[in-house]
């Protein structure tokens, strides 16, 4: 059984070291661990630093193309090279490498798809006080949204089977922590989280702006991953709103219509009725939505199958080597 370690590097050439020298050389029940760097348009001698230390491979963009499509660059070329599981871990040494063996371990005993390394967020010294609830508020509602429960969503410490891996599919470009989640927990594929440590900040993250970014771009993530996997409802919930204010209003029309003061209230009928219309409009998107959602379902299964041939037939090629 092989594993590859992948890091998203960017500019990572002073910390990249220090987190390579971490990661394990040997886990029981894995044969070989290789390791890989995507390298996501950085400027400085992030490359270099990964070579002379012996990465075993490199995926490099030109210019920097963000977190997310590091990620899935990243697995794709982990499957191409025969990885049975990938972990993904950060460049600048925030996770222990030796926790690696808590991650993959679940999924060798055939016990999970996909592992999340759970932080001590409440004890991380370089979490402010705000942060920390922004990381319980995000993993709460991405818990609701995906039907898991995973303790600590934004955690980008993680491991997946070589079928997860093939099935995942990232849309969003800025970051693939929440959205896959989301993907796997309506997919019912079999995610868990073990508690892991981290190391103490060696750089500030570089992954948002601003607080108010965060905010702003995880909760437009987890709103996108939602109405893809469950439109229907997302919808149903959207269009219930106007369509209830409506029918008050509609019923209150009734009432002073039928008491003979009707003609002074001309005009909660037209809103009502244009309530009612665009609650009603917003359910048949929700329909439309949910039938394009079984179509993509088909895609991504036509996807996966087109993936384990790929994956499979190198797997097969390299064995005749």
Same mark, same amino acid.
């Given at each position: 059984?092989?594993?590859?370690?992948?890091?998203?590097?960017?500019?990572?050439?002073?910390?990249?070291?220090? +987190?390579?020298?971490?990661?394990?050389?040997?886990?029981?029940?894995?044969?070989?661990?290789?390791?890989?760097?995507?390298?996501?348009?950085?400027?400085?001698?992030?490359?270099?630093?990964?070579?002379?230390?012996?990465? =075993?491979?490199?995926?490099?963009?030109?210019? =920097?193309?963000?977190?997310?499509?590091?990620?899935?660059?990243?697995?794709?070329?982990?499957?191409?090279?025969?990885?049975?599981?990938?972990?993904?871990?950060?460049?600048?040494?925030?996770?222990?490498?030796?926790?690696?063996?808590?991650?993959?371990?679940?999924?060798?005993?055939?016990?999970?798809?996909?592992?999340?390394?759970?932080?001590?967020?409440?004890?991380?010294?370089?979490?402010?006080?705000?942060?920390?609830?922004?990381?319980?508020?995000?993993?709460?509602?991405?818990?609701?949204?995906? +039907?898991?429960?995973? *303790?600590?969503? *934004?955690?980008?410490?993680?491991?997946?089977?070589?079928?997860?891996?093939?099935?995942?599919?990232?849309?969003?470009?800025?970051?693939?922590?929440?959205?896959?989640?989301?993907?796997?927990?309506?997919?019912?594929?079999?995610?868990?989280?073990? *508690?892991?440590?981290? =190391?103490?900040?060696?750089?500030?993250?570089?992954?948002?702006?601003?607080?108010?970014?965060?905010?702003?771009?995880?909760?437009?993530?987890?709103?996108?991953?939602?109405?893809?996997?469950? *439109?229907?409802?997302?919808?149903?919930?959207?269009?219930?709103?106007?369509?209830?204010?409506?029918?008050?209003?509609?019923?209150?029309?009734?009432?002073?219509?039928?008491?003979?003061?009707?003609?002074?209230?001309?005009?909660?009928?037209?809103?009502?009725?244009?309530?009612?219309?665009?609650?009603?409009?917003?359910?048949?998107?929700?329909?439309?939505?949910?039938?394009?959602?079984? =179509?993509?379902?088909?895609?991504?299964?036509?996807?996966?199958?087109?993936?384990?041939?790929?994956?499979?037939?190198?797997?097969?090629?390299?064995?005749?080597?």
């Amino acid at each position: 059984m092989k594993l590859i370690i992948q890091i998203p590097c960017l500019n990572e050439a002073k910390t990249l070291e220090v +987190a390579l020298n971490d990661l394990p050389k040997h886990i029981d029940g894995i044969d070989e661990i290789e390791y890989l760097i995507i390298n996501d348009g950085s400027t400085d001698n992030t490359v270099e630093v990964a070579k002379n230390w012996g990465v =075993n491979y490199v995926v490099s963009f030109v210019n =920097n193309k963000g977190l997310a499509k590091g990620f899935t660059a990243g697995l794709d070329a982990c499957l191409r090279n025969g990885a049975d599981i990938i972990v993904n871990t950060d460049a600048d040494n925030q996770y222990r490498g030796a926790d690696i063996e808590k991650l993959v371990r679940p999924i060798i005993d055939g016990k999970a798809e996909i592992v999340i390394g759970e932080r001590p967020i409440d004890t991380t010294e370089h979490f402010s006080p705000l942060k920390k609830k922004l990381q319980h508020l995000g993993s709460f509602v991405v818990r609701k949204a995906s +039907a898991t429960d995973i *303790p600590d969503a *934004p955690s980008g410490f993680r491991a997946f089977s070589r079928e997860a891996a093939m099935r995942l599919n990232v849309i969003n470009n800025y970051t693939y922590t929440l959205e896959t989640i989301v993907q796997a927990g309506r997919n019912r594929m079999a995610i868990t989280s073990v *508690p892991i440590q981290t =190391n103490p900040e060696l750089r500030k993250s570089r992954l948002f702006s601003s607080m108010g970014a965060y905010i702003k771009k995880s909760i437009l993530t987890i709103i996108r991953a939602f109405m893809m996997y469950k *439109p229907l409802v997302f919808f149903s919930v959207l269009g219930a709103i106007p369509f209830v204010a409506g029918l008050a209003i509609m019923i209150r029309f009734l009432i002073y219509f039928f008491n003979g003061q009707g003609n002074g209230h001309i005009q909660s009928l037209v809103f009502a009725s244009t309530l009612l219309m665009l609650g009603f409009t917003t359910f048949v998107l929700g329909l439309q939505a949910d039938i394009i959602a079984a =179509n993509r379902k088909l895609l991504e299964d036509i996807q996966f199958r087109i993936r384990r041939m790929e994956v499979d037939g190198n797997k097969e090629k390299d064995e005749e080597k």
